[in-house]
């Protein structure tokens, strides 16, 4: 089975800053992916950026990029810039690839609360 | 395109009771995904469907049924509610990914559920 962990509960950062949440997660699986949502105040999951572990080539998303360490088995990701909208809770995620069989199951982290401070 | 949506937002229930929650989405998706979040927790897979007239059992899907007669929708029953079921589900849909995997998982607004 597969865990995800946040292990920052809270975080806050100044508006224009930058900041870093951070995930590991663990599993023997070589093959799948990893996602970080939001979830603000209206409580909407909103994808933020994927990434697939095939890929060297970190993920970014305009203000948002990931740092994967894929021997490491660490997914953080990096808000540039941050806006009074980015405060929110963020989820870390993994997801298996197909294999034939199986879930297509979701694992998410406890998440990081996040407060942009104007 | 609506996406994915829920009905409804909210519901109270009394202990027993039984309801149903819709979800529907627009994006002709194959997959479709029942969530509980509940606080302090990421969400928790309930149930899933991997096309019409298929489902499967999640990660805690005891005291759930869920139906998919139709691609768009995907029904989440609770027969006799308990307090323990007090939550908010989220629906998801997600495509097909041909390179062999499934796509991103795009999620509706959710429903708070209160049990009493």
Known sequence: AQTVTQSQPEMSVQEAETVTLSCTYDTSENNYYLFWYKQPPSRQMILVIRQEAYKQQNATENRFSVNFQKAAKSFSLKISDSQLGDTAMYFCAFMKQWSGAGSYQLTFGKGTKLSVIP | ?116
């Open chain 2, 1 to 116: 395109n609506a996406g994915v949506t829920q009905t409804p937002k909210f519901r109270v229930l009394k202990t027993g009771q039984s309801m149903t929650l819709l979800c529907a989405q627009d994006m002709n998706h194959e997959y479709m995904y029942w969530y509980r979040q509940d606080p302090g927790m990421g969400l928790r897979l309930i149930h899933y469907s991997v096309g019409e007239g298929t489902t499967a059992k999640g990660e805690v899907p005891d005291g759930y049924n869920v139906s998919r007669l139709k691609k768009q929708n995907f029904l989440l029953g609770l027969e006799s509610a308990a307090p323990s079921q007090t939550s908010v589900y989220f629906c998801a849909s997600s495509e097909w990914a041909l390179a062999g995997g499934t796509d991103t998982q795009y999620f509706g607004p959710g429903t708070r559920l209160t049990v009493l």
